[in-house]
């Protein structure tokens, strides 16, 4: 028998070149769609380059002067050279919307966040829990300079104020802005929505594990646009519920 541990990319690595791995449904479907067309776009371009190459190796003038010499074009191979893209696109489409839409819908969330974005930090609130002077728990979440980072936390990703929500829970994320356009992404997660200022766009998600999951700020915001990241920490239930009373 095999004794196989799963090692999770979850840390930055020097020379790492991608994201963190999956750690909810829709950034999973998101990297296996990429895959799947991926892979059939290499069949397609070599399938092509070979009729190319083989065109060009066996219909010449050196090897048949006269070869078509009178074909000014062909019915069939043109409508196979246009009827195969328009199947392929098809093939393309139908699982792109599905996943589309997957993404857009919101499956009773169990919290519901609001995010909003500030040059240059974020700003949160819990408005499902109410503290004792009858107020909404809401922090502001800056990144952690150089010079504060500790042994283990992140340059330009770490922050003050982590997002906290337990595990295996739907949750929704109600965002804006209340100054520039700012955009909330965290790819593990596949997240990624606009914050827009006068204006309120949802997006949902569910962390299926434990971990801390970074994301930044993915639209143009000034000059301090690269040092505004995003932490959520997926945690368990206990662990929230006790987070959330040490807030209360």
């Not at 790819?187 to 801390?212: H, I, Y």
Request: include cysteine; charge should be negative; charged fraction near 15%.
């Amino acid at each position: 028998m095999f004794n196989l541990n799963l090692i999770l990319n979850d840390a930055p690595q020097p020379w790492q070149i991608g994201f963190q791995d999956s750690a909810a449904p829709g950034f999973s479907g998101i990297v296996e769609l990429h895959n799947t067309i991926f892979f059939y776009l290499i069949v397609v371009v070599v399938g092509v380059f070979w009729v190319l190459a083989s065109i060009m190796y066996y219909y010449n003038t050196k090897k048949s002067a006269i070869t078509h010499k009178y074909l000014n074009h062909g019915t069939l191979i043109e409508l196979i050279w246009t009827i195969t893209p328009a199947f392929i696109l098809i093939a393309i489409a139908f699982p792109s919307f599905r996943l589309l839409y997957l993404l857009d819908e919101v499956i009773s969330p169990t919290i519901t966040i609001k995010v909003a974005g500030h040059q240059w930090y974020w700003s949160y609130e819990y408005s499902d829990y109410i503290t004792e002077e009858g107020e909404a728990i809401e922090f502001d979440s800056y990144m952690v300079p150089d010079s504060d980072l500790e042994l283990g936390q992140f340059r330009l990703l770490d922050v003050d104020n982590k997002v906290v929500v337990p595990a295996d829970t739907h949750v929704r994320l109600i965002i804006t802005a209340t100054d520039v356009l700012h955009s909330f992404a965290v790819p593990s997660l596949g997240l990624k929505a606009d914050a827009v200022p006068g204006r309120l766009n949802q997006t949902s998600f569910l962390a299926e594990r434990t971990g801390t999951f970074y994301g930044q700020c993915s639209e143009i915001c000034g000059v301090w646009h690269g040092f505004m990241p995003i932490a959520i920490e997926s945690v368990s239930v206990m662990e929230f519920l006790n987070w959330l009373n040490s807030l209360l």
